[in-house]
């Protein structure tokens, strides 16, 4: 069965071009606006395998987002991958620390967000 990967970016753009590229190499993708409907899908699905989050949203950011789904016993192990343009040492740090499994600087290649899921999701 295809692996389920969660794409939480307030640009219409990136979530249709990450969306592409996963669903290109056969994974099951859903997207989510922001990180305030990111939680809503999340809690509403029945299975995600990975997360795929930017930083800067609208209502609630990434580093927010992550936080909450950290906080949730079930999605404690479940790998996210922050997508984002805060490419600064502290933000790769806080997102790290924060649970994220992996910190890349859009505009990253389809090629390395692709090996990095295929990475965490083993």
Excluded: W
């Amino acid at each position: 069965m295809a692996k389920h990967i969660l794409i939480v970016d307030d640009s219409k753009t990136v979530r249709n071009l990450v969306a592409f590229i996963m669903k290109k190499e056969g994974f099951k993708v859903t997207t989510a606006e922001d990180g305030l409907d990111g939680l809503e899908k999340l809690y509403s699905m029945a299975e995600v395998d990975l997360i795929i989050s930017d930083v800067n949203m609208p209502r609630m950011d990434g580093f927010t987002f992550i936080k909450n789904v950290r906080e949730q016993e079930a999605y404690r192990d479940l790998p996210i991958i922050v997508l984002s343009t805060e490419g600064q040492e502290k933000d790769i740090q806080m997102g790290l620390s924060l649970g994220a499994n992996q910190y890349l600087v859009k505009p990253a290649q389809p090629e390395l967000m692709v090996k990095n899921v295929r990475m965490l999701l083993g």
